[in-house]
């Protein structure tokens, strides 16, 4: 039998305390015994006692002793619970009836003033079998009590949970620098809290933030990250849960490394909704708005139209950058990527030898399946007029690159062609606007 005592469970509350201790004490998991638990319940309670953690912590357990008003000595009362946790711990067994760890039994069953989200025991029907709360063993329970202290402050409260070990340590790290800084100053502010009341905003900026404060292969990462927004509140408890796709945490660590970062970020500013750029001074104005290229990349729909602005006619980012895009988060095979480039080079080398702005316009226009598709019927018969051998697409590539699945697919072919178009056309078009001024002042 095992003497460990921790060992990660899947469950995102008790591995959250896991983290937490872990980082308090300075071993890892799988090291931690029960002094060393011992020695963190009186500055933790501390903590959770002063006004802005306790509002946190109301959120968290309500009812518990370190909430509840009724319990005149929170401090000894709360210290009591927890010391009589560790006490009641066994190690690690290889079975048990815990719903969270199931390598050990359970003694009492909790409520929501221990486990967040579990009912109340007067409402015996939330519980399976109508029984009178949730089986935690106590080494679960424990753990479970220092959670908040790598908990995200978001209007209600987000808990980041993922099987990667590094996003966890890093995370967890810099929940326990914050509480590091608020121990230093005597300014106890609470749960880590940037600003953010939009929940999906902020957990872009939590990977953002652990990807470029740390320096890690994060691209050779493959996690599975759940963010859990949540409140436990008696009257009102809520949970909406954030799934970060693996192929978007990975092209999100791809892109510091890229010369294009810097464009990324204008992609991503393109997609708030409800700004008016034109009196924005600082970011606190906006960050909180939402944002449609992080809400596409949770829910698996494209961001490509945010990489194209058609007002300017200009391509965001490069080609480079949305192919990768396209591979990585869409799963775009390499074949049709190639076959829809090939296809804007020789449609803007066409537009630019022909000096035929009308027929980009066209192209712009077209605003279903049918129109767009004849345009480019229009195209390849003047293409041949011309005397322009070489055709712009084999019928293959049509129906097998370009439009695999006819007019589901047309508008996303539509813009990778207008991208590829703009990105090589960028000077001509420039020119050609900077023409269209002068023929303007002229006829003045």
């Not at 401090?75 to 009591?80: A, E, L």
């Not at 408890?237 to 192929?247: F, G, K, N, R, S």
């Not at 074949?335 to 316009?361: C, F, P, Q």
């Amino acid at each position: 039998m095992s003497e460990t005592i921790y060992d990660f469970t899947g469950n995102p509350f008790v591995d959250a305390g896991i983290w937490a201790i872990s980082q308090w004490v300075g071993k890892k998991p799988e090291e931690l015994d029960k002094d060393d638990l011992r020695t963190i319940i009186d500055e933790v309670i501390f903590l959770y006692l002063t006004p802005k953690w306790s509002k946190n912590m109301y959120q968290i357990f309500p009812n518990n002793p370190i909430t509840n008003n009724a319990v005149k000595d929170k401090k000894n009362r709360y210290s009591q619970i927890l010391n009589e946790l560790i006490e009641e711990m066994t190690p690690l067994s290889n079975n048990g009836d815990c719903i969270s760890c199931g390598r050990r039994d359970v003694l009492n069953r909790s409520t929501k003033d221990r486990v967040p989200l579990t009912g109340s025991k007067k409402v015996i029907n939330y519980f399976s079998y109508g029984i009178d709360g949730a089986d935690y063993c106590p080494a679960c329970t424990f753990a479970i009590q220092f959670s908040p202290l790598i908990t995200y402050s978001c209007v209600k409260m987000l808990l980041i949970h993922s099987n990667s070990d590094k996003i966890m340590y890093y995370w967890s790290k810099k929940a326990k620098e914050n509480i590091d800084k608020q121990l230093s100053t005597k300014n106890y502010t609470g749960c880590l809290n940037e600003g953010f009341k939009n929940p999906k905003n902020a957990l872009f900026h939590i990977i953002q933030d652990i990807i470029l404060s740390y320096d890690v292969r994060w691209y050779l990462e493959k996690p599975s990250i759940n963010f859990y927004h949540f409140t436990n509140f008696s009257q009102g408890p809520a949970l909406d849960i954030y799934h970060v796709p693996t192929p978007v945490f990975k092209f999100l660590a791809y892109i510091p490394q890229h010369e294009k970062f810097g464009e990324w970020l204008k992609i991503v500013r393109r997609g708030y909704r409800f700004v008016d750029w034109n009196k924005i001074k600082e970011e606190n104005e906006y960050k909180n708005n939402p944002n449609t290229v992080y809400n596409n990349l949770l829910e698996g729909k494209s961001i490509i139209r945010f990489f194209i602005d058609r007002k300017n006619k200009e391509a965001i980012g490069g080609w480079d950058l949305i192919s990768h895009y396209l591979k990585e988060v869409r799963n775009m095979d390499d074949k049709r990527i190639d076959a829809i480039k090939k296809v804007g080079d020789e449609l803007a080398s066409y537009i630019e030898s022909m000096d035929d702005m009308k027929t980009l316009n066209r192209l712009e226009m077209a605003s279903d399946y049918k129109s767009f598709r004849n345009i480019l019927r229009i195209i390849i018969k003047k293409r041949i007029s011309n005397g322009i051998e070489s055709p712009l697409f084999t019928f293959e590539d049509y129906v097998t690159y370009l439009f695999p699945e006819g007019n589901l697919t047309w508008r996303e072919t539509q813009d990778l062609i207008l991208f590829r178009v703009y990105e090589n056309l960028q000077p001509w078009i420039i020119q050609q606007g900077n023409q269209s001024d002068l023929e303007t002042q002229e006829e003045e």
